[in-house]
């Protein structure tokens, strides 16, 4: 295995949480397919023959009543693995990914 690849396989695997979702259903489908449903990617990297095509979700919540206040920020990280023009490969990564998760259900 060549160094970029290891690199990309360490970049796209992750652990997801408690409140996540799986986009193993879109294992399979097309990058036409991905684009028309989704959008386009807030980032895409190419390596070894695979395109990562990454979705972020980030925002932060400021909070001044009682003892919990301060700032809060979350994220949510979906990403599709192609190869060939078909997704084989899918993660989903952050603290409440689940809270947009109908929207990007195939």
Not at 18 to 29: F, N, Q, R, V
């Amino acid at each position: 295995m060549n160094k970029f690849a290891a690199i990309f396989i360490l970049a796209v695997s992750g652990c997801a949480t408690p409140e996540s979702y799986s986009m193993d259903p879109w294992i399979g489908a097309t990058t036409q397919e991905v684009v028309e449903k989704l959008g386009y990617p807030d980032s895409e990297i190419s390596v070894a023959g695979a395109k990562k095509m990454t979705w972020l979700d980030k925002w932060s919540t400021i909070s001044t009543i009682g003892t919990t206040g301060g700032q809060h920020h979350y994220e949510c990280e979906r990403s599709l693995v192609i190869k060939s023009g078909v997704v084989v490969d899918a993660k989903v990564v952050g603290s409440i990914c689940a809270r947009r998760a109908s929207e990007y259900r195939r």
